[in-house]
């Protein structure tokens, strides 16, 4: 290993969480962020995770293995 490879610097990535066991999108909101009201801390999750909300049967249903993010793209 060079010491040039063993100096990158790692970027900031986007944040995210996974649902706790039996968790709601409501009680999530609520875990995440905290300082939102509910129903529109509800609704940017929602918006930031089309990839769970659109396709999952039933609608709104969380798993432990899905990535939640919090917060839009970076770039």
Do not use: K, W
Request: aromatic letters at 4%; proline letters at 11%.
């Amino acid at each position: 290993m060079t010491s040039e490879t063993a100096t990158r610097t790692l970027t900031r990535q986007r944040r995210f969480v996974t649902p706790l066991a039996g968790e709601t999108l409501e009680s999530l909101a609520a875990r995440v962020l905290p300082e939102a009201p509910p129903q529109e801390a509800a609704d940017r999750i929602r918006s930031l995770n089309l990839h769970v909300f659109a396709l999952r049967q039933p609608p709104g249903l969380l798993l432990c293995s899905d990535v939640i993010y919090v917060e839009p793209p970076l770039g």
